[in-house]
C-alpha cells in the first residue's frame, strides 16, 4: 500500500523558511509519476505549490517561484519542501500527494495526512 | 492564473437528497478537472478524473459532468458519510488551481 507521510515543525518563525519533508512507502518516487506540494489555508482556499518529477524535475507556481524549492533524497525514498521568507500568510495545513497521468487525465491519487503550519512570532 | 469558482459555497442537505454543486472556469480548461472530497480531519480525496470519470472504488452515486468552463458534481442520494467540503481542481493550465470549495452541511 503506498503511503506518504509529511513532517516537520509546526511552527516557524516570520522571515525564517519552512521545510517539511514527505516520506513515501510502498513505492519507489524515482520509479514513476510526478510528486507535489499543497496546501490549505484558514478558510478552505487550496493551492497547488509545486512537484518533484521521477526524473528529478521540478515544477513550482509562478506565485511562489522565488521562494519554493523542492528536493528528494532518493536513498530515503523521501521529498522536501523548502519556503523561504515566509509570512503569517503561509500558514496552512501543508499536503503531499502523488501526481498520477492515467491516459490523457491528470489526478492527485494519494495523499499524506498533513501537517499544520503556523507563521508567528 | 485560471480561476475556478464553485456555487453555492455551502449546501444545507438532507439525507437522500439530490445534490448538485457547480465549478466554472476563467476560460477553457477542456475536461481536464477533478474533483475531491475532504472530509473534517481528513485528507482530501479523489473522486471524479478527467470531468466525468468515476474514480476507483467511488461509489455511484457521484457523478461528475461538463466540459470547457462549466462543470457539475451530482451527488445522486446524499449519505450522511459524504457530508464534506468538495473542491474542483483545473490542471489544464499551470499552474493548477483549485475552487473554492462547497462545504454540504446537515439541515
Known amino acids: 500500500e503506498i503511503q506518504l507521510q509529511e513532517s516537520g515543525p509546526g511552527l516557524v518563525k516570520p522571515s525564517q523558511s519552512l521545510s517539511l519533508t514527505c516520506s513515501v512507502t510502498?513505492?519507489?518516487?524515482?520509479?514513476?509519476?510526478?510528486w507535489s506540494w499543497i496546501r490549505k489555508f484558514p478558510g478552505n482556499k487550496m493551492e497547488w505549490m509545486g512537484y518533484?518529477?521521477?526524473?528529478?524535475?521540478?515544477n513550482y507556481n509562478p506565485s511562489l517561484k522565488i521562494r519554493i524549492s523542492i528536493t528528494r533524497d532518493t536513498s530515503k525514498n523521501q521529498f522536501f519542501l523548502q519556503l523561504n521568507s515566509v509570512t503569517t500568510e503561509d500558514t496552512a495545513t501543508y499536503y503531499c500527494?502523488?501526481?498520477?497521468?492515467?491516459?490523457?487525465?491528470?489526478?492527485?491519487?494519494?495523499w499524506g495526512q498533513g501537517v499544520m503550519v503556523t507563521v508567528s512570532s | 492564473n485560471t480561476v475556478m469558482t464553485q456555487s453555492p459555497t455551502s449546501m444545507f442537505i438532507s439525507v437522500g437528497d439530490r445534490v448538485t454543486m457547480n465549478c466554472k472556469a476563467s476560460?477553457?480548461?477542456?475536461?481536464?478537472v477533478d474533483w475531491y472530497q475532504q472530509k473534517t480531519g481528513q485528507s482530501p480525496k479523489l473522486l471524479i478524473y478527467?470531468?466525468?470519470n468515476r474514480y476507483t472504488g467511488v461509489p455511484d452515486r457521484f457523478t461528475g459532468s461538463g466540459s470547457g468552463t462549466d462543470f457539475t458534481l451530482t451527488i445522486s442520494n446524499m449519505q450522511a458519510e459524504d457530508l464534506a467540503v468538495y473542491y474542483c481542481?483545473?490542471?489544464?493550465?499551470?499552474?493548477?488551481?483549485f475552487g473554492g470549495g462547497t462545504k454540504l452541511e446537515l439541515k
Open positions: 500527494a502523488r501526481y498520477t497521468l492515467y491516459y490523457s487525465s491528470y489526478y492527485f491519487d494519494y
Open positions: 518533484i518529477s521521477n526524473s528529478g524535475s521540478t
Open positions: 476560460q477553457n480548461v477542456g475536461t481536464n
Open positions: 481542481l483545473q490542471y489544464n493550465y499551470n499552474p493548477w488551481t
Open positions: 478527467g470531468a466525468s
Open positions: 510502498g513505492y519507489t518516487i524515482t520509479s514513476g509519476y510526478d
